[in-house]
């Protein structure tokens, strides 16, 4: 069953951004559609059965000192259930530092993290429509429908 998770934007230049859908890998091997609709929504697309619970989005950095400050407290609510977390890193970190971030904060959730333009594309694309501030530690909180 496909699920899709929302998150309403309002602003006015809305057709000239609409219909743009970015696909990425996570390290871990799950694969996540992101798509920002004619509607101006932010889309999540995947295969699993819905479970109805919160999803945030994480932008974070593996230098960042305060996302390793909030990734423990974040992935305490992903373990006990209270939210599902994706996280997207925006520094372009080498394997290695996102597994030293991992060991460090403790992180079970998913990350995406590439050499790939994608998620740069996407990052810029939810910057450029005022979602993505340009700093991180920055959370995007989506429903799902």
């Known amino acids: 069953m496909l699920k899709k998770i929302t998150l309403s934007l309002t602003f006015a230049a809305s057709c000239l951004f609409a219909g743009e859908t970015y696909t990425m890998q996570s390290i ?3 694969t996540y559609t992101f798509e920002i ?3 101006n929504e932010v889309v ?3 295969n699993n059965s819905p479970s109805y619970q919160e999803v945030v989005l994480e932008f974070f950095g593996t230098r960042c000192g305060p996302c390793k400050a909030m990734a423990p407290s974040l992935n305490e609510k992903y373990q006990n259930g ?7 890193e925006t520094q372009y970190s080498s394997p290695e530092a996102i597994s030293k971030f991992k060991n460090e904060t403790g992180v079970s959730y998913p990350i995406i993290a590439t050499e790939e333009r994608t998620p740069q594309v996407f990052l810029n694309e939810l910057y450029n429509r005022g ?3 340009g700093y ?10």
């Open 82 to 88: 209270e939210v599902k977390v994706i996280a997207l």
């Open 136 to 145: 991180v530690p920055f959370v995007i909180n989506l429903k799902e429908l």
């Open 37 to 39: 609709t004619d509607s």
């Open 131 to 133: 979602i993505f501030k």
């Open 44 to 46: 999540l697309k995947t």
């Open 28 to 30: 871990e091997g799950n």
